[in-house]
Nanobody
Framework: QVQLVESGGRLVQAGDSLRLSCAASGRSLSGYTMGWFRQAPGKEREFVAAVGWFNNNINYADSVKGRFTISRGNANIAVTLQMNSLKPEDTALYFC????????????????WGQGTQVTVSS
């Protein structure tokens, strides 16, 4: 089992930056892919970014490419998401997730999920 806890979300203004963190416990994440997803009210959960283990393959959603950066962490912080130039449309509940496999954009492919951290971007 893997337990994931996201943090760092808050209310910011358009153009601001935020750094989300995902703390992991329970087992080693060696070999796991780490991902970030988000879900806005009334919308389906959508892929944001993911980083693989074996070749450090990184994949971003087109909507965040060039603005967001995903990085694997050290010690208890499994993965971070640096978000720059935030826009109101980035407002959502952000989830950290892990899967025992290669990078995937599909939420159903992920095995463990955190509870989410809220990011709200005002215009």
């Amino acid at each position: 089992q893997v337990q994931l806890v996201e943090s760092g979300g808050r209310l910011v203004q358009a153009g601001d930056s935020l750094r989300l963190s995902c703390a992991a416990s329970g087992r080693s994440l060696s070999g796991y892919t780490m991902g970030w997803f988000r879900q806005a009210p009334g919308k389906e959960r959508e892929f944001v970014a993911a980083v693989g283990w074996f070749n450090n393959n990184i994949n971003y959603a087109d909507s965040v490419k060039g603005r967001f950066t995903i990085s694997r962490g050290n010690a208890n912080i499994a993965v971070t998401l640096q978000m720059n130039s935030l826009k109101p449309e980035d407002t959502a509940l952000y989830f950290c997730a892990v899967r025992a496999g290669v990078v995937s954009r599909v939420s159903a492919a992920y095995d463990y999920w955190g509870q989410g951290t809220q990011v709200t971007v005002s215009s």
